[in-house]
């Protein structure tokens, strides 16, 4: 089956976003996306676009609060010892519960001023993805690895989904967060011509062809569906045996 058949037969199996988008997915052999599912309307320096810090948050707070809550949910217990998790994509907020604190907390993005504001990081490391896709850490180092709405903007995503799993600890835990909001001249061209399930999918192919995951899982956590921005999570863990 090729790209174009199986994307149609996917995405019109599930009509609207549910926790059933990744649920018994018929993955192809072969990763089913092309280079040009990956270009952006804005082929510019990505480092220009980010160069001026932006203080302002990009779901509203009813998304930002159902976030939270769902952190809160899935976390390690605020001051585990030995619990390290890693902000991607982060900037001067991580949208992390209230007070939580763990002995390493690595933010990696694109503007400095951003990441030094951030409350929660223990530390910080400027990189731009789409340029330099390895990841700066060694083997097993995280326990968790965070990336709010920022998903869209990778143009190498199979690369840093395989980096994500080296770095995981065995059973570590994926959260990949994402809404209807980008900036849409940064966003790949699969994204933007897409909707909320394809979106999903998307992520979950990421997962699934990066190798080393549990089947990931679809979630929806938009906290007022038509009266606020949506929120959607996909998750993995990586194999205790990768």
Known sequence: MNRSAWWSLIASSVSCFSVHALQNVEWPEQFPFKDEDFQRFDETSDSLFYEAPRFVTHIDDAAIAALT???SEVFPPSNTPGVSILDMCSSWVSHFPKGYK???VVGMGMNEEEL??????TEYVVQDLNLKPKLPFEDNSFDVITNVVSVDYLTKPLDVFKEM???????????????NRCFWTKAIS?????GDTDHALIVGSYFHYAGGFEPPQAVDISPNPGRSDPMYIVYSRKLSTA
């Open 190 to 194: 699969i994204w933007t011509s897409t």
């Open 165 to 179: 799993c080296r770095i995981l600890k065995p059973g570590g835990l994926a959260i990949i967060s994402f809404s």
């Open 102 to 104: 763990q002995e390493r």
């Open 69 to 71: 809550k769902y952190y």
């Open 116 to 121: 030094k504001r951030n409350p929660v990081l």
